[in-house]
C-alpha cells in the first residue's frame, strides 16, 4: 500500500487561531479523503479532496470551517479555522486508487492529534 | 445514506482463543464493500480485510475471517488464535459501490486480548 504522512503529528493551539494540516502520499493516487476522530468517538467523513477542484463536504461540515487543497495527485491539506475546543480531535487522511491494492481500498495516514485550549 | 452498527463496545478473550467481533449494516444497494479496521493505541488505521458484496465467498486473511450474511446484512469478523498484538480497537465500516465516496464506520469495538 501507499506511504502516507501527515504533518504536524500532533499540535497544541489556542481558540481563534487556525492549522493546517498536510497529507503526503509517496506515490499518485486517485481519491483523498479528509476524517475527524472526536475523542473516544469513530471516524466521520469531512470530504472528498478533489484534484484541481473544490472539495466535496459532507453534512455537517463546510468550507469556511474546513478548507481543503489538492494541487496535485500525492498532496492535499486541510485547515481547522477559527478553532474552538469542540475541534480538538484527530484529523485522518486516507487515499484510494494507490498503484497497489483494490482501486477502492481506503489507506490511512498516521493522524494529527489536536487539541485546542 | 448507508448505517453501520456495532452493538458490542467491548470484548475481553484469553490469549489463544477465538473470538467474534459483530457488525451489521444497512443498505439500498445491491452492490457495496465491506471492511474491517483496527485501530491500536498508536491510532494508526489499519485495514484487516474486505469484503466485496458481489462476492458470495467469505474473505479471509490469515488468522482473519468474515463471515459475510448478505440477505441478513450482517459482517462479523473472527480471530482465530488470538494475540496479544491483536488488542485494539476494531471498526467495521461499508463503502459505496465505485468507490468514489468516503466510509461509513460503526462505533467501534475496543477488543482485549488478556495473556
Known amino acids: 500500500s501507499a506511504v502516507i504522512s501527515q504533518k504536524p503529528s500532533r499540535d497544541i493551539c489556542q481558540r481563534g487561531t487556525s492549522l493546517t494540516i498536510q497529507c503526503q502520499v509517496d506515490s499518485q493516487v486517485t481519491m483523498m479523503f479528509w476524517y475527524r476522530q472526536q475523542p473516544g468517538q469513530s471516524l466521520t467523513l469531512i470530504a472528498t479532496?478533489?484534484?484541481?477542484?473544490?472539495?466535496?463536504?459532507e453534512s455537517g461540515f463546510v468550507i469556511d470551517k474546513f478548507p481543503i487543497s489538492r494541487p496535485n495527485l500525492t498532496f492535499s491539506t486541510l485547515t481547522v479555522s477559527n478553532m474552538s475546543p469542540e475541534d480538538s480531535s484527530i484529523y485522518l487522511c486516507?487515499?484510494?486508487?494507490?498503484?497497489?491494492?483494490?482501486?477502492?481500498?481506503?489507506?490511512f495516514g498516521p493522524g494529527t492529534r489536536l487539541t485546542v485550549t | 445514506a448507508q448505517t453501520v452498527t456495532q452493538s458490542q463496545p467491548e470484548m475481553s478473550v484469553q490469549e489463544a482463543e477465538t473470538v467474534t467481533l459483530s457488525c451489521t449494516y444497512d443498505?439500498?444497494?445491491?452492490?457495496?464493500?465491506l471492511f474491517w479496521y483496527k485501530q491500536p493505541p498508536s491510532r494508526q488505521m489499519i485495514l484487516v480485510i474486505r469484503?466485496?458484496?458481489?462476492?458470495?465467498q467469505n474473505a479471509t486473511e490469515n488468522r482473519f475471517s468474515v463471515n459475510f450474511q448478505k440477505a441478513a446484512k450482517s459482517f462479523s469478523l473472527k480471530i482465530s488464535d488470538s494475540q496479544l498484538g491483536d488488542t485494539a480497537m476494531y471498526f467495521c465500516a461499508s463503502l459505496q459501490w465505485g468507490g468514489a465516496d468516503g466510509l461509513t464506520f460503526g462505533k467501534g469495538t475496543h477488543l482485549i486480548i488478556q495473556p
Open positions: 486516507s487515499v484510494a486508487g494507490a498503484r497497489q491494492g483494490a482501486s477502492y481500498e481506503q489507506y
Open positions: 443498505t439500498s444497494e445491491s452492490n457495496y464493500y
Open positions: 479532496a478533489n484534484q484541481g477542484s473544490e472539495a466535496t463536504y
Open positions: 469484503q466485496e458484496a458481489y462476492k458470495q
